[in-house]
């Protein structure tokens, strides 16, 4: 069956991307929680209407989203985590922490799916996190593990 996505799903595909699904999986799952809508040659027509909207949307923000690069530059977050005696923390840091950090130190408010981390972060210690704010502006942030 094939899908118009109108949101991101996991391991499916991203916003306005046409994928095929089980029939089962679109039928019961993606149609009724408003996720997809079949891709027929009507929708197909409003999907280009959507796309060429939401980048009209983007474009007009993209000032936003530089603002916001630029306030992050220069900043440090200090994230907690419970470790060891030899620096080694207990899991690993993950871009929902991040995200929650900047909501909390900065008060800014980013996606997690938008945090990228560069390795699994399990010692203590300073790293950089890539912010995709926007296809045209990526943000890198400092953050600090650092022991509870």
């Known amino acids: 069956m094939e899908i118009i996505l109108l949101k991101d799903v996991d391991k499916v595909g991203?916003?306005?991307e046409v994928v095929t699904v089980k029939n089962g999986y679109g039928r019961n799952y993606l149609i009724p929680q408003k996720v997809g809508?079949?891709?027929?040659?009507t929708n197909l027509k409003k999907l280009d209407d959507l796309k060429a909207k939401e980048d009209a949307e983007i474009a007009a923000r993209l000032s936003e989203f530089q603002e916001l690069a630029d306030q992050l530059k220069d900043k440090t977050l200090k994230i907690?985590?419970?470790?060891?005696?030899?620096g080694k923390i207990f899991g690993s840091i993950t871009s929902?922490?991040?995200?929650?950090?900047l909501a909390e130190q900065l008060n800014i408010e980013v996606e997690r799916r938008k945090v990228a981390l560069p390795d699994d972060i399990k010692t203590l210690g300073t790293y950089t996190?890539?912010?995709n704010l926007h296809p045209e502006v990526d943000?890198?942030?400092?953050?600090?593990?650092v022991a509870e």
């Open 139 to 145: 943000s890198k942030i400092d953050f600090e593990v």
């Open 37 to 41: 809508v079949i891709a027929n040659a």
């Open 129 to 131: 996190a890539v912010l």
């Open 80 to 86: 907690g985590a419970k470790s060891g005696t030899s």
């Open 14 to 16: 991203d916003k306005y």
């Open 96 to 101: 929902a922490q991040i995200a929650n950090a």
